[in-house]
């Protein structure tokens, strides 16, 4: 696998080894791509401006395949997870700046699947969701910081039918049905 760095100019993508230009990528407006060059197989790293690391992905054939990392302009890594043929595929983790986790959960095939967890900045969990086949379904449930139920929505394939909401002590406080 190639070890590879990359520009981008406008719409415009270059790929580079040793500095030498491998492949040119022309991105259209109309979200096709025209890939000019190699091919690219192995870990692409991409720089801003100031030197420092924004991202690091890795292809196979063109194609995104395998982990990945975002990083902030400040060098904190700001998501991380994994591809398979371009699409999402695994565990992903967004990050607040100070390290702590900010969202959690699993991609099949380009689609969130199974629990999705959201924090607040202090590592609280603020909200847990279920996805099934990309669509939000069953019970998501909504935290105040201090770890303590405010509601709980239900949807069935992506649609809401219900929430039910919570006083500071946990008790029912209303009912909506939609």
């Given at each position: ?13 270059v790929?580079?080894?040793?500095d030498?230009?491998?492949a ?12 000019d060059?190699?091919?690219i ?16 992905l890795?292809?196979?054939?063109n ?31 967004q990050?607040?700046e ?20 959201l ?19 069953g ?9 303590k139920?405010e ?19 946990g008790?029912?406080?209303k009912?909506?049905?939609?």
């Amino acid at each position: 696998m190639a070890e590879y760095t990359a520009k981008i100019y406008s719409n415009i993508q270059v790929f580079y080894i040793d500095d030498e230009e491998v492949a040119k990528w022309y991105y259209n407006p109309d979200g096709t791509i025209k890939k000019d060059g190699k091919k690219i197989n192995g870990t692409v790293r991409m720089y801003n401006e100031k030197g420092g690391l924004s991202s690091e992905l890795t292809y196979k054939d063109n194609e995104l395949e395998g982990h990945y990392f975002l990083f902030s302009e400040n060098g904190f890594l700001e998501e991380e997870g994994s591809f398979k043929k371009n699409n999402l595929n695994g565990a992903f983790k967004q990050f607040n700046e100070n390290g702590s986790i900010k969202i959690e959960g699993r991609y099949k095939n380009g689609k969130r699947e199974g629990i999705f967890k959201l924090y607040y900045p202090s590592g609280i969990l603020e909200e847990e969701e279920n996805y099934k086949n990309g669509l939000i379904e069953g019970e998501v449930k909504n935290y105040a910081e201090d770890g303590k139920i405010e509601s709980k929505a239900f949807y069935k394939k992506g649609k809401l039918k219900k929430i039910i909401y919570y006083d500071k002590d946990g008790n029912l406080q209303k009912e909506e049905k939609f």
